[in-house]
């Protein structure tokens, strides 16, 4: 037996036992309810905790499987994870950054203001929040709003690939710098590459400028605006104030 084989049949014996203490009432309290779901699941070690094999059949599912994540330092301060919100068959998601304070405090993304000004931008398009899904890079507040930091963004990104699996939108937004070098490659410039049609797990990706640079800088609402035409078209949305051709 190599040291993989080994490793695996190790896990086959402990679940086992678990599966037996179980049936004869024993808890397992030692076991964060991630180490017990992989061990339920079965021995299957392709669990690298960056890139991560597990498989849940909804939303409701992995949000449950996520409930408590302990895989990166992020998760020292938080207080809630944000999740995601959204219907599980959107057309078009939305994925920033990080979860600001609010969203911290609330669990739900892009609440604060520079949420509102997403709201509004989501309205001049046409379309309601409750129809898009809106999520982040990272599911955890960065302490003081700093940037996720690549240990971060690889442990969490596993977690936003299923969630896009399972929605299969039609458009992916990436909303600002961050989400777009973790969404397409590292070598992406938000300025360059904004407005340009790319891809992530086979679906049409538009980068654009985070709502959070558009209230520093509101003269770039006009090319965000053009960012979201390009969207309308590709989902078949008609511009509610008449303005694209
Ligand atoms: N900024 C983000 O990138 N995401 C949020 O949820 C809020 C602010």
């Keep these: 037996m190599n040291v993989r084989e080994e490793i695996v049949d190790l896990l086959g014996q402990i679940r086992m036992q678990l599966i037996n203490s179980q049936e004869i009432g024993l808890d397992a309290p030692f076991l964060?309810?991630?180490?017990?779901?992989y061990l339920k699941k079965g021995p299957q070690l392709d669990v690298a905790p960056s890139d991560e094999n597990f498989s849940c059949n909804s939303l409701k599912e992995l949000?449950?499987?996520?409930?408590?994540?302990?895989?990166?330092?992020?998760?020292?301060?938080?207080?809630?994870i944000v999740f995601g919100e959204g219907p599980p068959d959107a057309g078009l998601v939305f994925v920033g950054e990080a979860p600001g304070m609010e969203e911290d405090l609330t669990g739900k993304p892009f609440v604060g203001l520079a949420g509102k000004l997403l709201t509004d931008i989501i309205k001049a398009m046409g379309l309601t929040r409750d129809e898009v899904y809106i999520c982040n890079i990272v599911k955890c507040r960065p302490p003081r709003n700093r940037d996720p930091e690549p240990d971060e963004i690889d442990m969490c990104l596993p977690f936003l690939k299923?969630?896009?699996?399972?929605?299969?939108?039609?458009?992916?937004c990436a909303l600002g710098r961050i989400s777009v070098q973790s969404l397409v490659n590292r070598d992406m410039k938000i300025t360059r590459d904004r407005g340009e049609w790319h891809e992530?797990?086979?679906?049409p990706l538009m980068p654009t400028y985070h709502p959070a640079?558009?209230?520093r800088y509101p003269?770039?609402?006009?090319?965000?605006?053009?960012?979201?035409?390009k969207i309308m078209k590709e989902l078949g949305l008609k511009d509610p104030r008449g303005l694209s051709d």
């Design 32 to 37: 964060s309810k991630n180490s017990l779901h």
């Design 63 to 80: 949000e449950d499987f996520i409930s408590d994540c302990d895989r990166c330092k992020l998760r020292k301060e938080r207080k809630n």
């Design 162 to 172: 299923a969630q896009i699996s399972l929605i299969k939108p039609e458009v992916i």
């Design 200 to 203: 992530f797990m086979g679906i």
């Design 213 to 215: 640079y558009l209230l």
């Design 219 to 229: 003269q770039a609402k006009r090319q965000v605006w053009e960012d979201m035409q």
